[in-house]
């Protein structure tokens, strides 16, 4: 998942300070993996759930008019599992299929969870292999907010992303099929909003993941660095090297 900039330019001054913090809850001595966990993951991204699935409506009318049937799209969503890779090749699709502009431009898109995935390290190295993998197989922007703040209070739930990533992806798999139903009759989704569910849902969780001017320097650097490079640059690249900015100067706030 996971289409704006405002989530994209949080995650990598959070993910620094996860990785380099020795504070409270930045690496606990031991992480469980049950039903628990899973439970209060899924249970706390529920509400995020159904906002998401609001855009998950708008990408199945856009698969259904890019021509993709009904089996077609839901598959889609739930192997990709990845909202803006998804309305990215639904945009491009043609015939025939431009399979390089869609790679390049989903991978400018996306690179940006290896920072994410880091920033859970302090976590994953208490699970195991599997344990770590079945849960960023459904790690998205949202959940990967929500799980921050769980494990910045120093819980020890290591299945609160994977339950949290299953709430987001059976939303996103009905909401995407709601849409493709709907079809013609949804018209264009931006004339109910629909496009900034996703949008709102962010700017919420990037209000949770403030913490307090020390944060400031690598948010404001995100930014400007995003809105240059969106004027320069071609394509998405302007979401991983805001990210990729301000985690340069989280690393040299914290070393210094």
Do not use: K
């Not at 998205?140 to 907010?145: I, M, S, T």
């Not at 709601?178 to 079809?183: E, F, K, N």
């Not at 931006?190 to 969780?205: E, H, R, S």
């Not at 991983?240 to 210094?256: I, M, Q, S, T, Y």
């Amino acid at each position: 998942m996971g289409t704006n900039t405002e989530s994209d330019a949080a995650a990598p001054s959070t993910a620094s300070d996860a990785i380099g913090d020795d504070g409270p809850g930045s690496d606990p001595e031991s992480v469980t993996f049950d039903w628990e966990g899973l439970r209060a993951g899924f249970l706390a991204c529920l509400p995020v759930a159904v906002g998401v699935g609001g855009y998950g409506v708008a990408f199945g009318v856009l698969a259904n008019r890019a021509g993709l049937s009904l089996a077609e799209a839901a598959l889609m969503s739930m192997t990709v599992f990845a909202g803006a890779s998804q309305i990215i090749a639904v945009e491009l699709w043609a015939d025939p299929i431009p399979i390089a502009a869609i790679v390049a431009t989903t991978f400018a898109v996306n690179v940006r969870y290896s920072l994410m995935g880091a920033a859970l390290q302090p976590w994953f190295r208490h699970l195991s292999p599997s344990q770590i993998y079945s849960s960023l197989v459904l790690m998205a922007d949202e959940n990967w907010a929500l799980s921050m703040q769980e494990f910045a209070s120093g819980s020890d739930r290591g299945a609160f992303l994977l339950g949290s990533g299953v709430a987001l992806w059976l939303c996103w798999v009905a909401s995407t099929v709601l849409g493709v139903l709907a079809g013609e009759s949804v018209g264009d989704p931006a004339q109910y909003g629909v496009d900034f569910i996703l949008t709102a849902v962010f700017v919420a969780l990037a209000v949770e993941l403030w913490d307090g001017r020390s944060t400031l320097a690598p948010w404001l650097v995100a930014l400007a660095t995003s809105v240059l490079a969106a004027n320069v640059l071609p394509g998405e690249w302007y979401i991983p090297l805001g990210g990729f900015a301000a985690a340069v100067v989280e690393v040299v706030r914290h070393d210094g």
